[in-house]
């Protein structure tokens, strides 16, 4: 790329950065804000404006910065010495045709391991070079006769689910863990699980974040993942790797399933969810300790084509876990691969109040009223425009002119304008069954937008539903509300 292309790249982000650029200059001063300054501006030219390129080199320094501090080794041993109950790990490992060379580089991921009690169960279903495969895994055995058990599967195409039930029935630990055999644990992987126990006795189930890792052993693309969310797990598999169940109950959930190849740990997490709904703790350690290889024929490596029969599975188990919660819906795919949205059915026929607080710029309240009818296939539902001192003719024209329409509503609220209290003073006005607040300035973009938060909202444990909103200039102003970020809640 020439200069001239990356000079210019830099020039149309300054808007973005100004603001920010300010405000830490308010709040830290001038040194450390240009010194902020010069890092990002250095590393935007070292990645010559390519955004994947930029994220790469962020990674990095994150991991120079951060999570170097995780593998201080006088800091380990204090941990694992501090440790009062020190569980057994089973890690499932079934190989499935992989080269020697990488079979080594996930077997010495968990031979390094700081924590030292585990076993390794590992079954062989490989169908090319078979013999060297168990060979080679035999050596490893015998090397390490007293951590490793080795058995075999006779498949003639791969079955993850017999390979990897075949290595759960060897397991002996109070924990097991889903290892692929082309993957790698981070050295203080195993250590961190056995601090969470420790922290949480009670515990069901553990999960960690993870990135990626190539065939050269560069790491990219980590996935930093929130806390327990159930919902997020319906539209993606996202406490993929790593994960730690109690054994106990994955044999009494009877193992994993038969016909969900390539969406079985996504399968038995959700049968973990329904069997211990309201009495189901989980952990979620928000630190990289699994690298997911990626390569020609992984899921890991996205849009390889390589496993469309997985996603198809991954659409009969999200359909099972409907059934069995005795929810109707329908499950479509999502905006990439692996990812799906379930369309919750409707219950019932209630009635929805979209409120809308509006004073004068009736351009704006025109145009979101019309986007409303525009937009909207679920029919029952009012629009109340609650009018707060206007004072412009054109907007008491326009008032007028809606005085007819059955589906308009004009309140008017006589007092100083207060977000909370005109919501309020409105929540009592009104008859829907849901309300939605909606500001006079908002267009709906998309067909069934209602439906969308209806059928979320509708759900139980579900108290609201916000929307993502959008700039005219199409970038995302916000995509939800966070309770708890900054003390109170942000956006």
Known sequence: MK????????????????KQFFH??????TKKTFRRAYKKGRRFLVSKGNISKLREIQYVEWMDNVEYKYFNKEAMAKDFSELKNKPKFSII???????????????????????????????????????KTREYLKRFQNKYSNKVKLGYVDIEEINIIENSNNAIDMATGEYIIFMDCDDELSRNCLL????????????????????????????????????WSPHTLTSQMYTTHVTCYRKDIVNK??????????????DLVLRYVTEYEGNWK????????????????????????SKDWAYENQRKVLKRYLERRGMEGEVIKGPFEGSWRVRFDIVGNPKVSIVIPTKDKVEYLKRAIDSIREHTEYDNY???????????????EYFKGVEGDERITILDYDKPFHFGKLYNWASKEVD?????????????????????????????????????????????????????AGGAAAH
């Open 382 to 396: 009012e629009i109340v425009v609650v009018n707060n001192r206007s004072k412009e003719e054109k907007t008491k």
């Open 24 to 29: 830490l200059l308010k709040k830290e001063g």
């Open 253 to 266: 959930l009877g193992n994993l399933v038969e016909g969900t190849e390539g969406a079985q740990d996504w």
């Open 93 to 131: 490992f079934p190989v499935w045709n992989k080269s020697e060379k990488v079979l080594q580089k996930a077997l010495n991921s968990i031979t390094d391991q700081f924590y030292n009690n585990w076993e390794l169960c590992i079954s062989d279903g490989s169908t090319k070079n078979k013999e």
């Open 3 to 18: 200069l001239l292309e990356v000079i210019t790249r830099v020039i149309k982000r300054i808007p973005l950065y100004k």
């Open 192 to 227: 961190e699980l056995a601090k969470s126990i420790n922290e949480n006795p009670e515990v069901h189930f553990i999960y960690s974040d993870f990135d990626k890792i190539d065939v050269d052993g560069r790491r990219f693309d980590p996935s930093f993942w929130p806390d």
């Open 432 to 484: 829907g069954e849901y309300m939605l607040l909606l500001n006079n300035d908002v267009k709906v973009l998309n067909d069934g937008w209602l439906e969308s938060m209806l059928e979320w909202v509708q759900l139980p444990e579900v108290g609201s539903v916000g929307a993502k909103l959008y700039y005219k200039n199409g970038k995302i102003q916000h995509a939800g509300v966070i309770v708890g």
């Open 282 to 305: 989980v952990v979620h350690i928000p630190k990289i300790l699994y690298h997911w290889r990626s390569s020609i024929d992984s899921t890991a490596l996205p849009h390889s084509g």
